[in-house]
Structures are given as structure tokens and as C-alpha cells.
């Protein structure tokens, strides 16, 4: 079964974007997007809400073909194409995507089928972003680890990463990794013992 993974930009006080939705204070550089770009290319299935599956598909289909793309976009932009998308979305209810399988109901039982059914390369399902999907597999259990870059920055007020928790959760810290530009990376993987 594929692990659920989320994948998230988050400040010092544990916001992943400020109180009108800003990210411009999220740290990347070319250090960061190779291993991200890493990570990503050993999976093979991403994992979006629908608010932030609608801009990556605004951008990343055609992001590698532009004269300017950089390494990273060219990169990312070829395993997009080609990886196996899950969308959680009651607007996109009944919709059919390329390469792409819509989550409305019964999430729960649906995310746990395509765990278990998804064939291909990868051992994880990445959940890029999208807080209020987050959330929402937060409450349900269904998030198996954290790969959090937090950075160098403390926001005061915006969208928490962790937000309607019932219970504890157990982590154990699989690795860190330092940037030149000071964020932090973190991986975790939620210990259910």
C-alpha cells in the first residue's frame, strides 16, 4: 500500500500561507528543487485539493516546453505529464480529466482503495500543498508522513498546517536536511504504534 505523504512549505509558527492566502515568503532555490525533484521522480502519483490542483494544471503542462523553462521546470513539468493525479473535489464532481481520478464522497474508502489498487513505480502518494485537503485527510487518519520545509520566518497569523486534530499524532523523524538559504527540511513518518 502507497503511503500518503504531505508535502508542505510551512513558517517557524506552523502557517503554510498568510491570512489572504500569500506564499511569497516560502524560500526555493536550485539546491531545494533538486531534491524535491528527487523525491518527486521516485513516485509516480500526486495528490491534490482542487483549488491547487486547478493552478498546477494552469501551469505545469506546458511550464518545460517555454524557451526560459529552468532545469526544474523542465523536470517537473515531464513528471506532471506523465504521473497519475487524485483530486479531492466536490465542484469536480463527475468530471473527467486526463489522468486523473476525482475524489467527491466517501473519501475515507475511496483514498484507501487507490492506495491499495495503484500499480506503477513509487511507494508514495504526494499531497502537494493544499491546506483545506489536508485538513480534511488530517481528521480522517489518512496521512501517513510530513515532508515539511519550514522556513526561516515567523508569520504571526495565516492558514495553519494543523487544524481540526482530534487526538495526538505519534511522528518519527526519518531525516532533516539544512539549505544554504535556511529552510529546514523535515520528513516524518506518523507512527501508529
Request: charged content about 25%; some cysteine.
Amino acid at each position: 500500500m502507497k503511503n500518503i505523504i504531505s508535502f508542505m512549505h510551512v513558517s517557524l509558527d506552523g502557517f503554510v500561507a498568510g491570512p489572504n492566502g500569500e506564499m511569497n515568503w516560502i524560500k526555493v532555490d536550485e539546491e531545494i528543487f533538486d531534491q524535491v525533484g528527487r523525491r518527486v521522480s521516485e513516485s509516480d502519483t500526486a495528490l491534490y485539493g482542487r483549488v491547487t490542483y486547478e493552478m498546477m494544471e494552469n501551469y505545469w503542462p506546458a511550464a518545460g516546453e517555454a524557451p526560459d523553462a529552468s532545469k526544474h521546470d523542465r523536470e517537473h513539468s515531464a513528471w506532471y505529464n506523465q504521473a497519475k493525479k487524485i483530486v479531492l473535489s466536490h465542484t469536480l464532481k463527475g468530471a473527467v480529466l486526463k489522468n486523473t481520478t476525482i475524489i467527491s464522497d466517501h473519501l475515507s474508502d475511496n483514498l484507501r482503495n487507490l492506495q491499495q489498487t495503484e500499480d506503477g513505480g513509487g511507494k508514495e502518494i504526494l499531497l502537494f500543498g493544499s491546506p483545506s485537503a489536508t485538513h480534511s485527510l488530517m481528521q480522517l487518519d489518512l496521512i501517513d508522513g510530513y515532508w515539511l520545509f519550514v522556513n526561516p520566518i515567523i508569520l504571526g497569523k495565516g492558514i495553519p498546517l494543523f487544524s481540526g486534530i482530534k487526538d495526538k499524532i505519534n511522528l518519527r523523524l526519518l531525516s532533516t536536511q539544512e539549505f544554504s538559504c535556511g529552510v529546514t527540511a523535515l520528513d516524518y513518518l506518523v507512527d501508529r504504534k
